[in-house]
């Protein structure tokens, strides 16, 4: 049997795809082993030691400004962008055919990569977030923008998961504030409220980005491990020259039916280079 091939060899059931059209998110359990997901749970925390070894700038920080609206008291987290580029596992993660083979059910059969994200909560004060969409960050025309996190270890609700309001891309944009970040209401919005998507290590949970969500504080004994992956299909514009990644663009299944990177060495998008100059 060919590795590589076109066939597809994973699907979500009619069930799910209908779930995620009626709430704007989906929770697809064991997408990855719980072996794999402690692999990728030790490569996560291995870069970030070296991250910090490296005192590499903004690898730590205390959560964003508006932490304060969901939760009191000191606040950290880590993060690290562009994950691909600095592990090899990572690079085969987003690829695996029983990852981009179901997220092909929800916005078509090519899938671009729009950008990753690690995000560690440490123990104890691991940084919330209040309600938001993803949005405002990177707007595009056809909102074909869909976020998956991957869980790299259990993330119950003392760990701070991800809540989500079902139904709320819907709405479409939403008006949102624009203090330490952009966020919905904490008074119209509040994260405690909103329905909790407790997961175990290897599941994965896909949004729409219109669908607001947020997360609450890690008080747990134990990190909160996850890797974010921003996808889009790739005939879906931005319409914005902003939020640019050093992946932004890779196909990570199918293909870009536009040629849009164009053949030199740099492989710039000529979408943004026409539409909004070098």
């Given amino acids: 049997m060919s590795v590589i091939s076109p066939d597809k060899t994973h699907s979500l059931t009619r069930e799910q795809i ?17 072996e794999e997901a402690t692999f990728l749970r030790d490569e996560a925390h291995g870069l970030l030691k070296r991250h910090l070894d490296a005192d590499s700038s903004g690898t730590s920080f205390g959560g964003w400004g508006s932490a ?148 609450g504080v890690n008080v747990s004994g134990d990190s909160r491990t996850t890797v974010l992956v921003q996808m889009r299909d790739p005939a879906d514009r931005p319409m914005t020259n902003g939020h640019l990644s050093r992946g932004q663009g890779m196909m990570l299944r199918g293909f870009d039916p536009e040629a849009d990177a164009g053949t030199g060495v740099g492989s710039e998008s000529r979408y943004l280079r026409e539409t909004y100059g070098d």
């Fill in 68 to 215: 304060k609206k969901v939760a009191d008291g000191p606040m950290k987290l880590f993060h690290c962008h562009n994950v691909q580029f600095q592990s090899s596992a990572f690079a085969r993660m987003i690829v695996d055919p029983r990852f981009t083979d179901r997220i092909a059910d929800l916005i078509g059969p090519n899938i671009q990569l729009h950008h990753t994200k690690m995000f560690i909560k440490p123990p104890e004060q691991g940084a919330p977030f209040p309600m938001h969409q993803d949005y405002p960050y990177f707007p595009h025309e056809n909102d074909t923008m869909i976020a998956a996190i991957v869980h790299l270890d259990d993330a119950p609700l003392e760990k701070g998961c991800v809540r989500v309001a079902p139904g709320s891309h819907k709405l479409g944009p939403m008006d949102h504030l624009h203090e330490g970040g952009h966020h919905l209401s904490t008074d119209e919005y509040p994260v405690a409220e909103a329905t909790a998507l407790p997961a175990k290590a290897g599941d994965v949970l896909v949004f729409s980005y219109l669908t607001a969500h947020g997360s």
């Fill in 18 to 34: 209908e779930f995620y059209q009626d709430n704007g998110y989906l929770h697809v359990a064991n997408v990855f082993t719980e």
